[in-house]
């Protein structure tokens, strides 16, 4: 097999280049509908005198946001107004360096090419190889650990999973499970790696039943560590704690290990075992058990097909990066930790995910070797095989390395493991770019015992730092360890407006934002309460990086032949020469304009809509509108037409396709196409356009076949 090209990229990936502009708007659009909806509710409410917890319904609908339009709000009327006046108003320039042109180039060779871009598993490589030679790839990986499923088993898992949605009243909130195309990443750390290929297979494919698990098993993990007083540990800063709380350390060793592949190791046995225990000592009921257990049901899919894992009864999986995955293996590890035996003091016997850490007083080396067979032992009998070793003064364990000997912990990274940063010149927020060395400084502080320890390992942060672009060192938070804990004020409920952010932009979006809600909620306005400085704040959100566009490009190039139009015509009409499109009518997905133009002196008209399905199909529903005077409120097109009619006007429609968009996918969770007509009908020339709202505030009509309320099998 012919070895992929590396491609030399020498920064981060999670640098950002300077967007098209249009890809801005259509940003800045999506983030201002998202905040005057949320602004919508809550005045809805507030004006209803209704609590203000209620609108959010956290706990009653598990975080699932409700997917319905808010009622238009009259106070709310100007204030909407001039919001779309404020994205009228954004001005662009053309800022220039040297690595935004690098950013840049990449980024246009990355767009044009027709072969996939494969990021390696462990190191920050990416791999350029043919799209045949990766789908041979990605199809040997699969094949390798999973076989077809049955054609309606994707219906099946969907249909339940609308049943426990209903009964918890979330059906038209949350969507059907995603057909997310699985992946691979290239192991070129591994020997031989040119010859052989190694590859990691990811499955992203996951059901939103994951979300609700996560909080069911998060619920249950806290209230199990506080009654059984297990050590399970969330970060580094909780292992570094334990640590310093170990007393008489000179006398003391580390055993320390690691469940190998613990992810793919739980079996469905396992985790009921697991349960159960944990229904031994906390109330957990049958229908949460049944929520935890559907969310195990996960598919992989390629080119459309469903494939489920050879080894196993059924469907069950704990998929790595699922919704859930990491609260399971916390239950599962804690039910790990209560199997060890009885001598092992809990306090002094800790995981972290998959990764062990222990600390024995004074035992031999027969002693640790005993231990050492135990532990094995207790997670063999769960079907757990793990990797240990004892009696060690010194070890790495997360980013930390821990030192019995002289008490001390310093900071680890993995040999070859040189940290890299976003560029000082990437266009991120500049808030984001001041702050990453005063966090990196933070960080290491943290995880130093003492200021001599951040002194000797600062200069490999300083040359990561230098070689960014920035001119700052790191410097040691004076004081940031023996910090009083700060008394916690009251929360306070914010509406965050989050624009992009771009260097191209010279309008200062967010003050601007700020300056609205000055003007139109001033002191003795009803909704001033609720909508001043204290409560709508702006912070910027980024546009998609280089490893976004890398995975968007890859996205596309493998979807390229299953997304062909399966309809090779362009037009079906009787007499071509009368085609609407002349000869494209069957276009689908496609943002149009119809301009009206009449015999008299009138301004020639203009009216901007989209339609999903073919183009024919919604032409034929305008039409009906302009023959039959019941249909004349269907749309403002049909209503001025309706309108020349009673006055006598003659008037032709042309009809135009402005832009082609995709629509909403339960993939990428936005409908590009509604975006789009948007951007057209706020970038259009007001005294031509018939469309009487902005549109900015309305719902997307393609998103309903995915709700699962909705949801009646075959692809959706």
């Known amino acids: 097999m012919e070895p992929p090209k590396r491609m030399l990229l020498n920064y981060s990936l999670k640098n950002i280049p300077i967007p098209p502009n249009r890809l801005y708007m259509k940003k800045l ?3 201002a509908e998202s905040v005057m909806k949320r602004m919508r509710w809550r005045a809805f409410f507030f004006l209803r005198g209704e609590d203000q917890e209620a609108e959010q319904g956290e706990d009653e609908y598990y975080g699932f946001d409700s997917r319905r339009c808010p009622p238009q709000i009259e106070e709310l009327k100007s204030f909407e107004d001039d919001m779309v006046k404020l994205i009228r108003s954004i001005e662009f320039r053309r800022p220039r360096d040297n690595f935004q042109r690098t950013l840049q180039r990449d980024a246009a060779h990355i767009r044009g090419s027709e072969d996939i871009f494969v990021p390696a598993d462990k190191t920050r490589n990416v791999y350029q190889m043919g799209k045949m030679q990766y789908e041979r790839l990605l199809h040997e990986n699969i094949t390798k650990h999973y076989k077809a499923a049955e054609e309606d088993e994707y219906d ?97 060793t580390f055993t320390s290990f690691d469940i190998v592949e613990f992810y793919p190791s739980i079996s469905e046995d396992l985790l009921n075992r697991a349960i159960r225990f944990a229904k031994d000592h906390i109330c957990i009921s049958d229908e949460e058990v049944n929520i935890i257990h559907h969310s195990r049901k996960s598919l992989l899919f390629s080119k459309d097909r469903a494939w489920i894992k050879k080894e196993g009864p059924g469907l069950f999986d704990v998929a790595m990066g699922s919704y859930d995955g990491a609260e399971v293996c916390e239950l599962v590890g804690i039910f790990a930790l209560n199997q060890l035996p009885v001598r092992f003091d809990r306090n002094n016997i800790g995981l972290y995910r998959d990764d062990g850490l222990a600390v024995f007083r004074n035992i031999s080396g027969s002693m640790a070797e005993r231990i050492k067979k135990d532990i094995t032992k207790s997670f063999k009998d769960l079907g757990l095989r793990i990797t240990i070793e004892t009696n060690r003064r010194t070890v790495n364990f997360l980013d930390v390395t821990f030192n019995l000997s002289s008490g001390k912990f310093y900071p680890y990274r993995k040999p070859n493991d040189k940290p890299l940063y976003i560029n000082r010149l990437s266009d991120h927020p500049p808030s984001i770019l001041r702050q990453l060395p005063a966090a990196i400084s933070r960080r290491l502080t943290d995880i130093s015992h003492d200021e001599n320890v951040f002194r000797e390992a600062a200069p490999l942060y300083n040359n990561a730092l230098k070689e960014s672009g920035y001119g700052e060192d790191v410097e040691y938070a004076e004081g940031r360890k023996s910090r009083e804990p700060v008394r916690r004020n009251r929360t306070r409920r914010v509406t965050w407006f989050n624009p992009p952010y771009s260097k191209s932009v010279v309008t200062r979006v967010g003050q601007k934002f700020l300056k609205l809600v000055d003007k139109h909620f001033p002191v003795g306005s009803e909704l001033r309460k609720v909508f001043n400085r204290n409560t709508v704040k702006v912070s910027y959100s980024c546009m998609p990086s280089m490893g976004r566009i890398i995975k968007q490009h890859n996205a596309r190039i493998c979807g390229a032949e299953r997304g062909r139009d399966s309809q090779p015509r362009r037009c079906n009409c009787r007499k071509p020469e009368l085609c609407p499109l002349n000869g494209d009518c069957l276009a689908s997905k496609v943002v149009y304009k119809a301009t009206v133009e009449t015999d008299g002196t009138r301004v020639p008209k203009e009216y901007i809509g989209s339609t999903e399905t073919a183009f024919k199909h919604r032409y034929a529903n305008h039409l009906m509108s302009f023959r039959h005077e019941r249909y004349e409120n269907q749309t403002e097109l049909s209503k001025y037409v309706w309108n020349l009619k009673r006055e006598g006007e003659i008037f032709r429609v042309r009809w135009d396709i402005l832009r082609k968009a995709p629509a909403y996918s339960n993939l990428s969770k936005k409908c590009d196409l509604c975006l789009t007509e948007k951007l057209m009908i706020i970038t259009a020339d007001k005294s031509k356009l018939l469309n009487k709202r902005s549109e900015i505030i309305s719902k997307c009509r393609h998103e309903n076949k995915f709700y699962l309320s909705n949801f009646v099998g075959g692809v959706t």
């Open 156 to 252: 099946r898992i969907n249909r339940e999973a609308r049943a426990i949605a209903s009964e918890l009243n979330i059906a038209d909130r949350m969507d059907a499970m995603a057909r997310r195309e699985s992946f691979i990443t290239l192991k070129d750390h591994k020997d031989n790696f040119e010859n052989a290929l190694p590859c990691r297979l990811i499955n992203p494919a996951k059901s939103e039943m994951g979300k609700i698990s996560k909080r069911i098993l998060d619920d249950i993990n806290n209230k199990l560590k506080r009654k059984l007083n297990v050590t399970l540990w969330k970060n580094s800063a909780a292992v570094i704690e334990w640590f310093r709380s170990i007393e008489m350390k000179e006398s003391c």
């Open 29 to 31: 659009i999506e983030m």
